[in-house]
């Protein structure tokens, strides 16, 4: 099926260990993003995507690296994880960019760090 | 930045209705925009309204939008235990500004 989907589901890692999280849609849209949802905070974007090879940072890219060699993906890492990063990870895509078009969102990676 | 607001929780009995608020800042959006996030799942698109309509209707969902106190709703009609999940509200200004959500519990 069509869809945005995003890899793993959970994770547990340690602090100072580098971890990816995928996201790959099947749409083709152009843009993709970053979200981290943390309670009080609802979603805060991390870094956005508007075509392959062109990314930007959001609201709060500290300690985290993006890319997008391709259209379809558009992994997240964590450099040297912190405690501070724990949180769901979400992943969205758009046709458009900002607003004209809904952003649509895979199911969320749940990231643990220890 | 921009700043949207929710109340965090709500609570209604199965049958009545639901009015989940928000307010923002930034008055320069296109669309905003209504998500449901159910339990272990990602966000998922309900509804939105343009920037220019005061208010939208959908089956039981009736969206309002007031320009002037920079103030949107959403009224859910009939509301039904499937109907339990945080809710979001999202402006779109220069980029997607998430409100803190709203988590709606519909009382059997």
């Known amino acids: 099926d069509a869809g945005i989907t995003q890899s793993p589901r959970y994770k547990i890692t340690e602090t100072g260990r580098q971890v990816t999280l995928m996201c790959h849609q099947t749409?083709?849209?152009?843009?993709m993003f970053w979200y981290r949802q943390d309670l009080g905070h609802g979603l805060r974007l991390i870094y956005y995507s508007a075509a392959a090879d062109i990314t930007d940072k959001g609201e709060v890219p500290d300690g985290y690296v993006v890319s997008r060699s391709k259209t379809e993906n558009f992994p997240l890492t964590l450099e040297s994880a912190t405690r501070s990063q724990t949180s769901v990870y979400f992943c969205?895509?758009?046709?458009?960019?900002?607003?004209?078009?809904?952003?649509?969102f895979g199911d969320g990676t749940r990231l643990s760090i220890l | 930045g921009e700043d949207v607001e929710q109340s965090l929780f709500l609570s209604v009995r199965e049958g009545d209705s639901s009015v989940i608020n928000c307010t923002y800042t930034?008055?320069?959006?296109?669309?905003l925009y209504w998500y449901k996030q159910e339990p272990g799942a990602g966000l998922q698109l309900l509804t939105y309204?343009?920037?220019?309509?005061d208010m939208k209707q959908d089956q039981r969902l009736t969206v309002l939008l007031n320009k002037k106190d920079k103030h949107l709703s959403l009224r859910i009609a009939d509301t039904q235990t499937g109907d339990s999940a945080i809710y979001f509200c999202a402006n779109t200004g220069n980029q997607f500004y998430f409100g803190t959500g709203t988590s709606l519990t519909v009382i059997p």
């Open positions: 309204i343009f920037s220019n309509m």
């Open positions: 749409w083709s849209h152009s843009y």
């Open positions: 930034d008055s320069s959006s296109t669309y």
């Open positions: 969205a895509s758009s046709d458009q960019g900002w607003g004209n078009q809904p952003q649509h």
